[in-house]
């Protein structure tokens, strides 16, 4: 079955304790990328990448980070998370940056 | 600056209805998308609109992208329960991330 998946679904953490949160896909998809999705600001782009060792910035990267060593996986770094970035996060991959297949999602919540 | 005005932001009707969502930009798109998202999960892709004054239908769901392809709307008609949940639309430009509207959120009642 087609999915992008992501882990782990649910996080609670404290500020400034690094953590990752893994995507992956099994599409063979070039493109990946990151959103957050607040209230009131809808889905913003935090990182994205076309292909394999390339990856740029999107709408909102401070505080983040991403590698993209493997097609199929795409981790979101928080090297030191802080209140502001809790959110609902979405991974999503697509073939050429158009249409975009989302994962289930991450809420994270930071205290 | 928000390049995709999408309204109304809320939508609150009774079962049959029809109603429009519209998703507006004084930008050109290549091409642009519609998902629809339910609590607690990814947007999933409904369509994707390529072609000025382009309409496409997937039962009673109708999208039309605009002649100049800065709008687009989604029409549902006779809309059900089983039809509540946020749409966004997103669109392309060249060379470009994926841009997403804010959504609007669809409740309907039986």
């Known amino acids: 079955e087609a999915q992008v998946t992501q882990n782990p679904r649910y996080l609670i953490t404290v500020t400034g304790k690094k953590l990752t949160v893994t995507c992956s896909q099994n599409?063979?998809?070039?493109?990946m990328s990151w959103y957050r999705q607040d209230p009131g600001l809808g889905l913003r782009q935090i990182y994205y990448s076309m292909n394999v060792e390339v990856t740029d910035k999107g709408d909102v990267p401070e505080g983040y980070k991403v590698s993209r060593k493997e097609k199929r996986n795409f981790p979101l770094i928080l090297e030191s998370p802080s209140p502001n970035q809790t959110s609902l996060y979405f991974c999503?991959?697509?073939?050429?940056?158009?249409?975009?297949?989302f994962g289930p999602g991450t809420r994270l919540t930071v205290t | 600056t928000q390049l995709l005005e999408q309204s109304p932001q809320f939508l609150s009707i009774q079962e049959g209805e029809n109603l429009t969502v519209y998703c507006n930009s004084s930008s050109v798109f290549s091409s642009l998308q519609w998902y629809r998202q339910e609590p607690g999960e990814g947007p999933v892709l409904l369509v994707t609109?390529?072609?000025?004054?382009e309409v496409k239908k997937l039962k009673r769901l109708t999208f039309q992208f605009g002649d100049a392809r800065k709008d687009s709307s989604l029409h549902i008609t006779a809309a059900q329960p089983g039809d509540t949940g946020l749409y966004l639309c997103a669109g392309n430009q060249a060379g470009t991330a994926l841009i997403f509207g804010k959504g609007t959120t669809l409740s309907v009642s039986s």
């Open positions: 599409m063979n998809h070039e493109y």
């Open positions: 999503a991959s697509s073939y050429r940056g158009h249409e975009q297949y």
């Open positions: 609109v390529v072609t000025g004054g």
